[in-house]
């Protein structure tokens, strides 16, 4: 059973601060890793993606990807209010679909 | 503007009534996927089309129907609809069945009573 885990929360951190969330994967095999954003009510919405080891940058998030380990997280630097949502990983080795996690409730307070 | 379009999104209906979910998408995407969100329970893949006429049950199949007969729809279908089907519904596509983000309709939002 391929699995993807991340912790529900919520994460509470204050506003300007750091935000780190983290997601673990079961299958080794695991190529393709996504992040995304789900505000209350509203569709995801796809921020990062990574597929090798290492950091990947984007503005204000960092994806961070080691499959050695089996985890992939994201940071979000100078958190803002707006960054208050849902944000689910997801997961894909060759040859399936993605794999949603069941997302961390992030709580940015100004 | 590229999109994946549901409708109705809004819908309260009586049990046992059927109902179609449609889904539309304008991104030639091979891939197309139903979840259903529950509170603590994740998004729940309910059917998935890797292409025309190529669909197969996800994790909750159960009081649902889909078909794929053109590239860019793959309707939901409910049968007879029960208050358990009660939930918050996306379409989602993406250009390959593997490997490659989806994109997500805006949602639809069901209730049966």
């Known amino acids: 059973q391929k699995e993807v885990e991340q912790n529900s929360g919520p994460l509470s951190v204050p506003e300007g601060a750091i935000a780190s969330l983290n997601c673990t994967y079961s299958?080794?095999?695991?190529?393709?890793f996504f992040w995304y954003r789900q505000y209350s009510g509203k569709s995801p919405e796809l921020i990062m993606f990574?597929?090798?080891?290492g950091d990947k940058e984007d503005g204000r998030f960092t994806a961070q990807l080691n499959k050695a380990s089996q985890y992939v997280s994201l940071l979000i630097r100078d958190s803002q209010p707006s960054d208050s949502a849902t944000y689910l990983c997801a997961v894909s080795q060759a040859g399936t679909a993605l794999i949603f996690g069941k997302g961390t409730t992030l709580s940015v307070s100004s | 503007e590229a999109q994946v379009t549901q409708n109705p999104r809004y819908l309260i209906t009586v049990t046992g009534k059927k109902l179609t979910v449609t889904c539309s998408q304008n991104m030639n995407h091979e891939y197309m996927s139903w979840y259903r969100q529950d509170p603590g329970l994740g998004l729940r893949q309910i059917y998935y089309s890797m292409n025309v006429e190529v669909t197969d049950k996800g994790d909750v199949p159960e009081g649902y129907k889909v078909s794929r007969k053109e590239k860019r729809n793959f309707p939901l279908i409910l049968e007879s609809p029960s208050p358990n089907q009660t939930s918050l519904y996306f379409c989602?596509?993406?250009?390959?069945?593997?490997?490659?983000?989806?994109?997500f309709g805006p949602g639809t939002r069901l209730t049966v009573t």
């Open positions: 989602a596509s993406s250009l390959s069945w593997t490997g490659t983000e989806q994109y």
């Open positions: 990574i597929y090798s080891n």
């Open positions: 299958d080794r095999g695991s190529q393709s």
